[in-house]
């Protein structure tokens, strides 16, 4: 086959030579080191990716063949979602037994990468040009292209471009021997690689496809029909035994289309990637959901670079000159052409944005639904943003002199390397740190011995309770590494999808265990801070360990009737003595321990003056009943009001039961009275919800300049007879 043969011939050996040159610059030796993880960090989803595969190895053979049991536990699905690139998770687990200990493949993966967008930006050269000099400058343009380098940060499977190449050169090039057999090993393979990747390139193959059929006329209906079948029955057959379908469909929605969506000015917008050109800001990203704000549209990353701005003005005029031309091309692939087009539109969505603007327009909620399955939707404009770059190099290449078309494009891509060098240039820094086998970050926040007497005593390591969004779990990274070291499964994971039924099934289970005090004498318990209360008031602590070290709060079952475990000072154990208040004396949250998070458990924010103040509309005060019946809870409050803004609106919930509307109209000495009753105190727990009709910043009160809604601060409290 042509691609196999062009991938041997050596003539592509110096594009092959500029791919592993641009991964050296770029990237450096160390990462593809199979026994080195330090260049990971502590970089959320390259170690995602990591620890997806670590845990995968370990685990038996299951069916479907992606199954990963011990990453996620209850919660856990396919190695799919852990974007582990299970292509070659697949081909290295029958070896795991005779890998070393630690084995990492993606720097390797990296580094084919790197050399496979060169190999297919000299093989789309190739469609218009026989100069090798001006195939090896496309070569390294394709190497250096901004959008690839800003992902190997954030998403290694998603560095991948060269699929969409690859999808590209097939759609352009005009001998089709082999199409279908060619089109059917890309998409299976991306789709085992990252399902974005794949999704863009059955766009690409559905053009191609059609004007393989309505233009070029080399395939009839029957043809087109058995292809198309042929290839969709062959792909979710793929997807099957790799365990995409594990998840149930209705949590791919995840109604966020919109937020990740493309920039009109993205071209443009350097994201501080230059010398030349500075960030052009965008809005922030808002997951009310999770109460999250991200600092921009990442995902929106389009920038040509200077060198590609200055070939894209010329391309410009020499395309208007010879516009015809343009006009004919268009035509010739227009099936091309409106498959990127509608993938640009795709990834604009309905939420527009030009540079800090944005227009918004709603989508009917069916639509809406469907598009947030990929809600990345940012990520749809590579193709066109590719063929931008192709145009680039060809319209200096076919209609200006040879050595001025050889001046330009040499000239565009030193600037190009080197303008973008205040990006790339950290990242190789980064990632030429001291090789190390295991975690460096595990010793710089687990430091106590009792760690690795741990390790050796339970076989699975847990977090309570688990997040609704897995990317904010707190310290999951931290603790998935610590399990993956220890040879222990783990909950603590971060995954691209997760199904909610399985989550909350859990956060059930693990509230049961704690009002039980019983728990399994196998696991080592992480509590959130929100949990503490609950845990303290039923643990047996005559058996069962429960304190902070090192920070975390730490239920270790049985630990006190073995006999070859270590000591832990009593200075660390949680007491319930020592957190539970006592009826008719005053409750000061401006000192410890109740100015801690295990009071204030959700929804509340410490300001620049240290302040604990509510944000967004609810917030949860968790409190231990004293052990004297209580029948009202008196809380003193300062409220953020002003002239303009004359009180807050308060709600009072307990149990889901609304017992208190008061509006506070005073800045502070506010008294807010909780009634109490039998169901309470013998519960010996109260979790009190607030909710704010009217929040506000103190930016929107001409107070200060932190624009947080904030609502009230709560300063002491008593139980009252």
Known sequence: M??????????????????????????GPLALLPTNIAWLGVRFDPNQHYLGWAFFREAPWNFPLGLNPGFGIDISSSIIYSDSIPLIAFLLKPFSKVLPETFQYLGAWLL??????????????????????????????????????????????????????????????????????????????????????????????????????????SINNIAMIKEFLSIVTLLLIALWISGFFVINSKYSVTNHYGLLRLNLLSLFDSGGWSYLLKDIKDTPIIYEQYKVILGSYYESYGYLGAGGIIMLALSIVIAVKNRMVVVSLLVRYRYLSFCLCLLTA?????????????????????????????????????????????????????????????????LSLSLQIVDTYPGWGPLRKSYMVQQSSTSPFLKDFLKS??????????????????NADLQWQDNWLLFA???????????????SRTDYEKLNTANRKFDQLISSGSYYPSVLYILDDSKVLAAVKDIDSSKDLFA??????????NWFKCKKCQAVSQDLLFSKSALTPKRDQAINFLSSPYNSTIYFTSGWVKTKSLETWSIWDKSELTLLLPSEYSNSLTLTVDALISPTHPSQEVQVLLDGVNVVNQSLTKKSMNTIEIPLGAKENAAGLVKIIFKFK?????????????????AISIKSGIFNK
């Open 449 to 466: 011995s009792f760690w690795d007497e741990a390790g050796k005593q339970y076989k699975s390591v847990e977090l309570i309770p688990l």
């Open 2 to 27: 042509r691609i196999m043969k062009a991938i041997s011939n050596s003539n592509y050996i110096p594009s092959i030579l500029i791919g592993v040159i641009a991964f050296y610059i770029i990237v």
């Open 346 to 410: 795709f990834a604009i969505s309905n939420n527009v944005g030009i540079g800090p603007f944005n227009v918004s327009f709603s989508l009917p909620e069916t639509l809406n639904s469907i598009a947030s399955i990929l809600r990345a939707s940012g990520r749809f404009f590579w193709p066109a943003y590719y063929v931008i770059f192709l145009a680039l190099i060809y319209f200096p290449t076919k209609f200006l002199p040879r050595k001025w078309a050889l001046a330009i494009l040499t």
């Open 112 to 217: 084919l990468c790197f050399v496979l967008q060169s190999l297919f930006g000299w093989l789309l050269a190739s469609l218009f040009t026989q100069d090798k000099i001006i195939r090896l400058i496309s070569a390294a343009f394709f190497s250096f292209s901004p959008v690839l380098i800003w992902r190997i940060d954030q998403h290694v499977a998603l560095v991948s471009h060269f699929f969409i190449l690859a999808g590209l050169y097939l759609c352009l090039r005009k001998d089709n021997k082999y199409q279908f057999l060619l089109w059917l090993i890309l998409i299976i393979s991306s789709a085992l690689v990252q399902f974005y990747i794949c999704t863009i390139l059955l766009a690409l193959w559905i053009s191609d496809l059609t004007a393989r059929r309505f233009t070029q006329n």
């Open 548 to 557: 902070k070290i090192d920070g975390f709060n730490v239920i270790a079952p």
């Open 694 to 710: 009217n929040h506000i910043s103190p930016k929107a009160l001409g107070i200060s300049d932190d624009s947080q809604a904030l």
């Open 481 to 495: 590494s610590y399990a993956n070291q220890n040879l222990m499964t783990t909950n603590a994971v971060f995954l």
